[in-house]
């Protein structure tokens, strides 16, 4: 019976989507149900990865039709951290949506499409079928489409333009390489895939094909060469959205390329040799990109790009230390990304802007607030004991033994650069001598809110500061975690096990 | 008749990717409604193309005796029919949008965003 279950936090959010839309005009009601049915979906998620680390592996055949003729959801580690994960950032993002996002946005159904977002994310994650996950894909790409442009501000409608024709061409390229793989095995189920890939004649044409999934996936976690899109994006939209795309969307890429290549496309020497060199590209562009922005919401952005670069180098060096490195470095990732963003939506309700050359004196007047959003920053860059310090060391250690002195070099490069763009932001917004901003007349700022709205705006922050924290401070945990996702993950035969009992 | 469609397909998929490398916004769109439509036929066709053999287990047996035409490719087409249908029609809306806010379709004018501020 609690096979079932592992779907149970997509189903609440879908239950929620659709509840949301009876609503359509009732905003208080829409806010107090987004938050608490996020709640619960957070709840169900804490459920469903105990049950998995404690039961192992759980499958569940949608509709009774076995594995390979079905849909098969498949709930091992890695899929049930990633729940949790989307379910702990929904939470936080609802709470904080519900006061920074405007009225105006409300009124078009936001929440419904925000929950409908986060369960095509849940889904993505849970499923082990390859054209099922394509679907999710799309669940996930117009939704955020929807959410990127509502509003139609100016540069919000350009910024939708350039995310919705790239993420559309990574489907189109995903989805040639879904029919390649048909076409070569028959089947696309990926326990299934796992054991027909190396029994193919033309490997050659398996290299194309991995290579079609390595692009498509590549464009929506914004690796290298394909990553202008992003920070031409994620900035115009909503702080609240900002956080929930710089948090999950570009992860859920990620969590596809690992996906793929522990599991289809497994000892190809050449996808690894291109992963490990993107990745060294990815850091060094994303970082150098960071360096020079003004706007501390685009400086996040290029940083996301930088810290892609050190969970693809990590899966192309392809041992458990490395993997353990990526499994962890991306619970840390989730949670401080859209904590990050949290943060500039919070700036921005302080100041009225958040360009670096305006911004100033935050520490001055806010000294308490202050020091709640230091967390996510050090955090970010990682000075110990906090949560990006332990996934760092995993994977300098992978790249030093594996003796990829490039990548180990990146790594270093990119802690750098975080460090140098964090403390630049640090010592300009915080620490500078605040200069007199001028702000519409519309503006509220955050000293006019009533208390419960100013709670919903520090909350969030706290509560997602408290998880990386305890990232950071219980990072045996997290590792004993990602250590277990790691040998699971690569340890093809119990994924093939579990899901043809 | 595979290699007319094989054809058919390498033709959609270049004048998709040839008219998405234009600076107009409007062949921007049709640009992606000829590359999702080469997917579609890649997929049909990727799928084995057999002709007159419907996949209809004749009554006095229990199994397929003959080469049958597999219907998976023609499901996951229709899927996926649907779904760049979807965003297709998005995406007209989108650029109709942008058309009557930015002023042009020319995406080389689209850079508000990258500017700093």
């Known amino acids: 019976m609690s096979e079932q279950l592992i779907i149970l936090p997509l189903l609440i959010n879908l239950v929620l989507s659709i509840g949301l839309m009876f609503f359509w005009t009732n905003i208080k009601a829409q806010k107090v149900l987004s938050i608490s049915g996020?709640?619960?979906?957070?709840?169900?998620?804490?459920?469903?990865?105990?049950?998995?680390?404690?039961?192992?592996?759980?499958?569940?055949?949608?509709?009774?039709?076995?594995a390979p003729f079905g849909i098969t959801f498949v709930g091992d580690t890695l899929a049930a951290t990633l729940v949790l994960l989307t379910g702990i950032s929904a939470?936080?993002?609802?709470?904080?949506?519900?006061?920074?996002?405007?009225?105006?946005?409300?009124?078009?159904?936001?929440?419904?499409?925000?929950?409908?977002?986060?369960?095509g994310l849940n889904g993505a994650f849970l499923t082990g079928d390859m054209f099922n996950l394509y679907?999710?894909?799309?669940?996930?790409?117009?939704?955020?489409?929807?959410?990127?442009?509502?509003?139609?501000?100016?540069?919000?409608?350009?910024?939708?333009?350039?995310?919705?024709?790239?993420?559309?061409?990574?489907?189109?390229?995903f989805l040639t390489g879904l029919g390649v793989l048909y076409g070569l095995t028959g089947t696309l189920n990926m326990a299934d895939?796992?054991?027909?890939?190396?029994?193919?004649?033309?490997?050659?044409?398996?290299?194309?094909?991995?290579?079609?999934?390595?692009?498509?996936?590549?464009?929506?976690?914004?690796?290298?060469?394909?990553?202008?899109?992003?920070p031409a994006s994620?900035?115009?939209?909503?702080?609240?959205?900002?956080?929930?795309?710089?948090?999950?969307?570009?992860?859920?890429?990620?969590?596809?390329?690992?996906?793929?290549?522990?599991?289809?496309?497994?000892?190809?020497?050449?996808?690894?040799?291109?992963?490990?060199?993107?990745a060294i590209l990815t850091i060094f562009s994303g970082g150098i990109g960071a360096i020079i922005q003004k706007n501390i919401r685009k400086l996040f952005s290029y940083l996301i790009i930088c810290h892609i670069g050190f969970m693809i180098g990590g899966l192309g060096l392809f041992t458990e230390v490395a993997m353990a490195g990526v499994i962890f470095y991306l619970i840390h990732d989730i949670v401080v990304k859209t904590n990050l963003f949290l943060v500039s939506g919070l700036i921005y309700r302080l100041k009225s802007t958040t360009s670096l050359d305006r911004l100033g004196g935050i520490y001055k007047s806010y000294p308490k607030l202050s020091l709640l959003?230091?967390?996510?920053?050090?955090?970010?860059?990682?000075?110990?004991?906090?949560?990006?310090?332990?996934?760092?060391?995993?994977?300098?250690?992978?790249?030093?033994?594996?003796?990829?002195?490039?990548?180990?070099?990146?790594?270093?490069?990119?802690?750098?650069?975080?460090?140098?763009?964090?403390?630049?932001?640090?010592?300009?917004?915080?620490?500078?001598?605040?200069?007199?901003?001028?702000?519409?007349?519309?503006?509220?700022?955050?000293?006019?809110?009533?208390?419960?709205?100013?709670?919903?705006?520090?909350?969030?922050?706290?509560?997602?500061?408290?998880?990386s924290l305890y990232i950071g401070f219980g990072a045996e945990h997290i590792q004993q975690v990602s250590t277990r996702i790691a040998t699971e993950v690569l340890d093809k035969q119990t994924y093939f096990n579990a899901v043809f009992k | 008749m595979e290699i007319l469609l094989a054809i058919t397909t390498g033709i959609l998929y270049a004048a998709g990717i040839y008219m998405i490398l234009r600076r107009s916004m409007v062949k921007l769109i049709l640009g992606l409604i000829l590359l999702g439509n080469g997917v579609n036929l890649l997929i049909f066709l990727l799928g084995r193309i057999t002709k007159g053999k419907p996949p209809i287990i004749?009554?006095?047996?229990?199994?397929?005796?003959?080469?049958?035409?597999?219907?998976?490719?023609?499901a996951l087409i229709l899927t996926a029919i649907v779904i760049s249908f979807g965003l297709q029609s998005f995406a007209i809306i989108l650029v109709k949008r942008a058309y009557k806010v930015l002023k042009t379709d020319d995406l080389d004018q689209l850079n508000t965003t990258d500017e700093d501020s």
């Open chain 1, 38 to 66: 996020s709640f619960i979906a957070m709840l169900a998620s804490i459920w469903v990865f105990i049950h998995v680390w404690e039961n192992g592996i759980q499958t569940f055949q949608a509709g009774s039709w076995e």
């Open chain 1, 91 to 119: 939470f936080a993002v609802s709470i904080f949506a519900a006061v920074s996002v405007i009225k105006a946005r409300l009124r078009f159904g936001f929440f419904s499409v925000f929950h409908f977002l986060i369960m």
């Open chain 1, 135 to 173: 679907v999710w894909f799309e669940i996930i790409i117009i939704s955020s489409f929807v959410l990127i442009s509502l509003g139609g501000e100016k540069n919000q409608l350009e910024g939708a333009v350039k995310y919705f024709t790239l993420n559309f061409l990574a489907s189109m390229i």
């Open chain 1, 193 to 230: 895939l796992s054991q027909k890939i190396p029994l193919i004649q033309n490997q050659a044409l398996v290299d194309v094909t991995a290579f079609l999934f390595l692009v498509g996936f590549g464009i929506k976690s914004a690796v290298f060469p394909l990553y202008f899109w992003l």
């Open chain 1, 234 to 278: 994620y900035h115009t939209p909503p702080s609240a959205v900002s956080a929930i795309f710089s948090g999950l969307l570009t992860k859920v890429g990620v969590y596809a390329l690992i996906r793929v290549f522990t599991l289809i496309f497994v000892n190809d020497s050449f996808i690894e040799i291109m992963l490990q060199s993107l």
């Open chain 1, 373 to 467: 959003m230091a967390i996510p920053l050090f955090s970010l860059v990682g000075i110990p004991p906090l949560s990006g310090f332990w996934p760092k060391l995993s994977l300098l250690l992978a790249g030093f033994n594996e003796g990829n002195y490039w990548y180990f070099g990146a790594v270093i490069f990119g802690s750098l650069v975080t460090l140098i763009a964090i403390a630049h932001v640090w010592a300009k917004a915080f620490w500078e001598d605040g200069k007199d901003v001028k702000h519409s007349k519309k503006f509220i700022a955050f000293d006019q809110l009533r208390s419960y709205q100013k709670m919903q705006y520090v909350v969030p922050i706290v509560f997602l500061a408290l998880v």
């Open chain 2, 58 to 74: 004749p009554e006095e047996t229990k199994v397929f005796e003959d080469l049958f035409a597999d219907p998976v490719p023609q």
